[in-house]
T-cell receptor
Framework: DVKVTQSSRYLVKRTGEKVFLECVQD?????MFWYRQDPGLGLRLIYF???????EKGDIPEGYSVSREKKERFSLILESASTNQTSMYLC???????????FGQGTRLTVV | AQKVTQAQTEISVVEKEDVTLDCVYE???????LFWYKQPPSGELVFLIR??????QNEISGRYSWNFQKSTSSFNFTITASQVVDSAVYFC????????????FGKGTKLSVIP
């Protein structure tokens, strides 16, 4: 079974902290994604990566950056966390553009 | 970004009723891919179906069926004889044409099946 693992299920951080959300997949997938999910807004794409060291902005990249140094790992970075970044963050991976994506269990981040 | 629209925010049905969830997408591409996902109360997204733009055949899987119509840019999902276990948020998603990797979701439709 494909497994996408996010490092934390719940996180509480203070305003201004640098926050790292880690995601690892074990199926050699090319594409990886970071979304945030908020009530009434669905899943909004923050960043995605189609290869090691390659990244593209999604619909809401402001305040975030990403890193993909190895194929299996895709990190989301909040350089200076703010309260409006309190959300559920979902990582996903898939083989190519015409295959389904597999999701991690999500990280609920609270910024206080 | 080309949108995926799920106009129904919330739907409630009584168990055993049929229900259709609508999905309309924007596209400028001739090749693209469409998906449906289910997010039960436990939270993890579960893949249901994939459809590519050059295959307009409808699909049936048990109580689930999907109607893809390119002419109206719609990819609707019907649950027949709904059950309480079908209660979830359902998302429609799209990837643009070949060589593009972005996966864009609609806002989701929350389905509540009442016993």
């Amino acid at each position: 079974d494909v497994k996408v693992t996010q490092s934390s299920r719940y996180l509480v951080k203070r305003t201004g902290e640098k926050v790292f959300l880690e995601c690892v997949q074990d199926m050699d997938h090319e594409n990886m994604f970071w979304y945030r999910q908020d009530p009434g807004l669905g899943l909004r794409l923050i960043y995605f990566s189609y290869d090691v060291k390659m990244k593209e902005k999604g619909d809401i990249p402001e305040g975030y950056s990403v890193s993909r140094e190895k194929k299996e790992r895709f990190s989301l970075i909040l350089e200076s966390a703010s309260t409006n970044q309190t959300s559920m963050y979902l990582c996903a991976s898939r083989f190519t553009e015409n295959t389904e994506a597999f999701f991690g269990q999500g990280t609920r981040l609270t910024v206080v | 970004a080309q949108k995926v629209t799920q106009a129904q925010t919330e739907i409630s049905v009584v168990e055993k009723e049929d229900v259709t969830l609508d999905c309309v997408y924007e596209t400028r591409d001739t090749t693209y891919y469409l998906f449906w996902y289910k997010q039960p109360p436990s939270g993890e997204l579960v893949f249901l179906i994939r459809r590519n733009s050059f295959d307009e055949q409808n699909e049936i899987s048990g109580r689930y069926s999907w109607n893809f119509q390119k002419s109206t840019s719609s990819f609707n999902f019907t649950i027949t004889a709904s059950q309480v276990v079908d209660s979830a948020v359902y998302f429609c998603a799209r990837t643009p044409g070949a060589g593009s990797y972005q996966l864009t979701f609609g806002k989701g439709t929350k389905l509540s099946v009442i016993p």
